[in-house]
């Protein structure tokens, strides 16, 4: 890294220091025979991507056939197995792994056409049936963790044993032959939904991702970002802020990308002043808002589109809004953080030029732009990826310096495969959860249970949800705490009268916040990491910046307007609100408006900004009230005088 410019080179490193605890660096023979499988694997679906995709049973038992194999190469088995060497247990694994769901893979027309639960299944496809399991069950303790692993046996034990328990939480007594036909010999379980849509749309766009960052990409969106923002009040923060959630919606990894942008924004802000624990918090909030920032939300949009039977592009265009001002309350937060510490930004000539960078990197916009017009013209998600790809080769040869040799084309497919790997594992297990919860019947019974707890109130309905999808989203990757709800809270959410695409993004964004939500805020303790700074201080400090994210979903559930739902003349209202409501949110946070502000202030504040995002005129008067007299308050009795750096905010009493 040289002066100001970043180099992903340097930053993958550190990404690869962050995650090695779990992987392996294979070599030699081992290593050559895993990236063949890995770009075989990549191979595959970019065929399906332009031929069409094989029927369900095929198309999903091949791709989660090929990420097993992937991930007994690539996982260690414990953190004390070595880390150069496929160990003879591995081997074995992958070679069951390989028998078992190539029977799937071949017998996958048979097994559609078969008459579920009448047909008996053979012993044969039973050995198969438990063996597939057993591997599913393995790979992910590796990937996932305990936690997932932990959550499936329990839905097991409830289909197996359920029927002895008495009461409306009873049900009636299945064989372990039909339990496991439901799972494994149908698309009922972990060839469901999940499953097809990480098969199809999400494997392409993790594709897409590498591509990019092969391309040098990243370092054209990072470096842009210092270059417009450096020379800013709290630039190198404004930078982390832009450049994070630009790189985050296309990774949808919030710990990866905290890992990766991090080691370059984190020092960057300690640099200019910011201290160590709000740097690395600002860096894990942005990183976090990827998977809730359109257009592509980190591929998990894919499948809340496919629960919600909606197109992507309409679950992506009612994103906007509560993406907005998520970063809005952020990048306010981190302004009013320099104003009141006096800090400046880099001196220009220390900075890139930024029309030099644009137009150096321009054409690495075009790819964004594919999707974006593909998906808006009605194509689908899984051709907008492939055309993604495509035109990311085709751009990158505008210059000799990005251009793409056969050898980055190959790196980038063999790491394309590597980085689905969760989401295929995730996607597979909550399957077996989803199969279980529709077997069963438990989602309507839970369901229920939860409006008798909330007596029929949503607003308590709602927090019961909250702390479900959040507690659930710190031991499971965003997308498996989320699709393990759609049969379980949001039908509840939905009877009690709410739209069902705010039910699911309710959900969804709660899932989202568990990155930084402590204990177990690991986009967070990852940039403590970085920066050198307190774990549990920094995962405070990302719950206060990322304070808004935890009120808008109440105010699109209650307001629809906020998902672009309404009359335009509904929908303009609700935003100016919303938008007033966040910045008096973002002051009251920061204990900052024209000076510093106490504490009284700070409660009436946030109380006026939470009237000018409850629905209702007479909230809204109560909320202008409030906030105008804290400012008449502040600008009368202001004593702290403060010099304008330059900064984007301009003095608020000019």
Known sequence: MAGNHVDLDDIQQNQAEVTHEKLRALKGFAGILISIIAIAMSIFHLYTGLFGVFESILQRSAHLGFALVLVFAIYRPTKKAGKEKVHGYDWLLMILSIVSYSYFVFNAQEIQSRMSYIEQLTSLEIVLGFIAMFTLMEATRRVIGKTLVVLVFIFLAYGFFG?????????????????????????????????????????????????????????????????????????????????????????????????????FTIPLMKKTGYRNYFAAAVEAVSS??????????????????????????????????????????????????????????????????????????????????VIVVMLVGGSSPMKAGLYAIISTILVAAIQVSTRLSWRQIVKALDLGAKASLETVIACAAAGLIIGMIGLTGIGLKFSSLIIELSGGILLIALIFTM????????????????????????????????APIAAHLFVFYFASLSAITPPVALAAFTGAGI????????????????????????????????????????????????????????????????????????????????????????????????????????????????????????????
């Open 163 to 263: 029927h002895f328990i008495t009461g409306a939480l009873g049900h009636r007594e299945f064989t372990p032959m039909w339990i496991m036909d439901h799972l494994f010999y149908t698309t009922n379980g972990v060839f469901g939904t999940a499953l097809g849509v990480s098969a199809t749309f999400i494997f392409l766009f993790v594709l897409f991702g590498k591509f990019l960052e092969v391309s040098g990409a990243g370092n054209f969106f990072i470096n842009l970002s210092v270059s417009a923002m450096g020379q800013y009040r709290g630039g190198p923060a404004k930078t982390a802020i832009v450049g994070s959630s630009i790189l985050g919606t296309i990774s949808g990894s919030a710990v990866a990308n905290t890992a990766t942008t991090g080691a």
């Open 531 to 654: 920066a050198g700074s307190e774990p549990m201080k920094t995962g405070m400090t990302a719950v206060r910046l990322g304070i808004t994210a935890y009120i808008v979903p109440y105010l699109f559930v209650y307001g629809e307007q906020l998902l672009l739902i309404g009359s335009a003349s509904q929908i303009i209202l609700s935003v100016i609100t919303a938008i007033i409501g966040v910045i008096g949110i973002a002051c009251a946070a920061e204990g900052w408006v024209l000076r510093h502000a106490f504490w009284y202030e700070r409660m009436l504040l946030f109380a006026g900004a939470i009237g000018m995002t409850i629905p209702g005129i007479y909230s809204d008067m109560i909320g202008v009230i409030v906030l105008v007299s804290i400012y008449v308050l502040q600008k009368t009795f202001r004593k702290d005088l403060l010099t304008d750096h330059s900064g984007i905010t301009k003095e608020m009493s000019s």
């Open 467 to 498: 702390v479900a999808s959040i507690i659930l989203g710190m031991g499971l990757p965003t997308v498996a705490a989320y699709i393990v709800q759609v049969p379980l809270t949001i039908p509840a959410l939905i009877e009690l009268g709410v």
């Open 288 to 369: 976090a808002g990827g998977q809730i920032m359109p257009p592509i939300m980190g591929a998990s949009a894919f499948i809340i589109a496919a629960y919600l039977g909606v197109p992507y592009m309409e679950l992506a265009v009612a994103a906007i809004i509560p993406a907005v001002l998520y970063y809005l309350s952020l990048f306010l937060q981190v302004d009013l953080r320099a104003r009141r510490n006096r800090m400046v930004g880099i001196k220009k000539e220390e900075l890139p030029g930024t029309w030099g960078i644009f137009k150096k990197g321009f054409h690495f916009l075009i790819p964004l732009i």
